[in-house]
C-alpha cells in the first residue's frame, strides 16, 4: 500500500527531521519505504532517507504495509508539520 504526500516542511527533509521520522518509523513492526524522483529508499535507515534530499514542496510517497501503519505515519508527518 502506498500514499503521496507533499513535504511542507520550508527546509525540506533535513537532517532533524529525518532522523525524527526515522526513528518514528522504526517503531513500525513493518517494512515501511519513502519514493522520491523514482528511488526507493528504507524508511528506518536514516542514511536511505537523507540520500533522497526532499526538497519542501516536493510530492513523495511512503508505502507500508498495511494502512494502519499508513494512516499512523500520517497521523506523524501532520503532527510535525512534514505535510
Do not use: C, Q
Not at 60 to 71: G, K
Amino acid at each position: 500500500m502506498e500514499r503521496n504526500f507533499v513535504l511542507t516542511a520550508p527546509h525540506g527533509l533535513h537532517a532533524r527531521p529525518a532522523a525524527n521520522f526515522v526513528r518514528f518509523a522504526s517503531t513500525l513492526p513493518e517494512k515501511i519505504t519513502i519514493k522520491f524522483n523514482n528511488i526507493e529508499a528504507d524508511a528506518k535507515s536514516i542514511m536511505a532517507v537523507m540520500s533522497l534530499a526532499v526538497p519542501a514542496k516536493a510530492e513523495f510517497a511512503i508505502a507500508a504495509e498495511s494502512v494502519e501503519s499508513l494512516d499512523k505515519i500520517e497521523a506523524y508527518l501532520k503532527e510535525n508539520n512534514l505535510i
